[in-house]
């Protein structure tokens, strides 16, 4: 079975430092990838897509790049928090990739980021 | 792009009892999807329904597409059902990705 792996589950860092938060899915190949942030009691909101390895989509222009190094894995990263950056963000996976979307979506458990 | 409403925006329920929670979307949809997200923030997809009707155990969904919106129905609630629950819509378009309604928060209370 499918499993989805993302780390950690709570992070807390300074304005100004860097970021990276990963996700890793199991058990599936040519997953489609996303990285989505949720806001303190507001819903979710995309920022990246990837459709292959190298491949990145990003929805909303801000202070967060994402990469994709291996077919599997999927990275969140900035070089230098805002304190604006603060949220919940979920990496997800739909079962087939190649630009299909048409697909049940899949979360993993999310990381909790606190920018101080 | 596609809007995404849903209602009410939060609900109390005494366990034991039943609910309807609607979602409502603005375009033709080939992509519809409900998940719970419980209190810890784990969210789960709960159906894959951009028409007809699916259940599964208390829960069942029932998506009418040429009317432009879905419906979930929780029979029998438990404390367990507390949470908030999303609806997230895709249109026809060729790369168009899931947009997130604000969600339904649900309290079952004991």
């Known amino acids: 079975s499918q499993t989805i792996h993302q780390w950690p589950a709570t992070l807390v860092q300074p304005v100004g430092s860097p970021l990276s938060l990963e996700c890793t899915v199991e058990g599936t190949s040519n997953p489609n990838l996303y990285w989505y942030r949720q806001a303190a009691g507001r819903g979710l909101q995309l920022l990246f897509y990837?459709?292959?390895?190298?491949?990145i989509s990003s929805e909303v222009p801000q202070n967060l790049s994402a990469s994709r190094p291996q077919d599997r894995q999927f990275i969140l990263s900035s070089k230098k928090l805002l304190l604006s950056d603060s949220g919940f963000y979920l990496c997800a996976w739909t079962q087939y990739g190649r630009g299909r979307t048409n697909e049940k979506l899949f979360f993993g458990s999310g990381t909790q980021l606190s920018v101080l | 792009g596609i809007q995404v409403e849903q209602s009410p925006p939060d609900l109390i329920l005494q366990e034991g009892a039943n609910s309807t929670l609607r979602c409502n979307f603005s375009?033709?949809?080939?992509?519809l999807q409900w998940f719970h997200q419980n209190p810890w923030g784990q969210l789960i997809n709960l159906f894959y329904?951009?028409?007809g009707t699916k259940q599964n155990g208390r829960l069942s969904a029932t998506t009418v597409a040429t009317e432009r919106y879905s419906l979930l129905y929780i029979s029998s609630s438990q404390t367990t059902d507390s949470g908030v629950y999303f609806c997230a819509a895709a249109d026809t378009g060729a790369n168009s990705k899931l947009t997130f309604g604000k969600g339904i928060t649900l309290s079952v209370r004991p």
């Open positions: 375009d033709s949809v080939n992509n």
């Open positions: 329904i951009p028409s």
């Open positions: 990837s459709v292959g390895i190298g491949q």
